[in-house]
């Protein structure tokens, strides 16, 4: 499948999905950093429990988007970020962004996109430049992508909360794991 058909079918699917108020989503999200912030009182404490419950909900949105998106596999990794950049991320945030090749060798790829409705009424002050206000996207990322045997490591390297012009999100192959698909389907 082309990039630009997963474009359109990331376009379709959000068409037809029952739609969440972004600036809803924006304040809840806002109002749950700030209660680990006071809570945990540590940004790296938060930082990580963000990316924890990012897993958790990527654990369970990927059978959402395995049911509503009609996608079956992927040929190669980068197509795999592209249906993350172009499908999942238009289905679950009404966002796309574009992918790059950042190191083809170390399977390292690139999502950036221009608007986060995690981050919409936000500004960071600078007592909280440590603090990674949307590590929950990696979080997700990283969950639904374990829940088919891809395991990744995803960060964020640009972050307009930060004083960036966009957010870059790098995804890297870590491991697929095929023997245990192997010894599955053995069994």
């Given amino acids: 499948m082309s990039k630009d058909k997963y474009q359109k ?9 029952e739609k969440v108020n972004s600036e809803l989503l924006s304040l809840t999200y806002g109002a749950l950093v ?8 540590i940004v790296d ?7 924890k419950m990012g897993h958790n ?7 959402e988007f395995l049911a509503k998106s009609d996608i079956s596999f992927c040929e190669d990794f980068e197509e795999t970020v592209e249906v993350i950049a172009k499908v999942a991320f238009k289905m679950f945030l009404g966002i796309t ?8 060798e170390s399977n390292i790829y690139s999502i950036i996109f221009f ?5 919409d009424f936000v500004e ?7 603090l990674n206000y949307c590590s929950l996207l990696c979080g997700v990322v990283k969950g639904a992508l374990k829940q088919i045997r891809i395991t990744v490591s995803c960060y964020f390297v640009k972050d307009m909360l930060k004083g960036d ?13 095929k023997e245990e698909i192997l010894n599955d389907e053995e069994q």
């Fill in 9 to 17: 079918q990331g376009d379709a699917i959000f068409a037809k999905l």
């Fill in 34 to 41: 700030s209660q680990l912030l006071k809570d945990l009182e």
């Fill in 45 to 51: 404490e938060v930082n990580e429990q963000l990316e």
């Fill in 57 to 63: 909900i990527g654990t369970r949105l990927i059978e």
């Fill in 97 to 104: 962004g574009t992918v790059t090749c950042i190191n083809k």
């Fill in 115 to 119: 608007n986060n409705p995690l981050s």
């Fill in 124 to 130: 960071l002050p600078k007592s909280l430049s440590s």
């Fill in 165 to 177: 012009d966009y957010y870059e999100m790098y995804i890297q192959l870590q491991d697929i794991l």
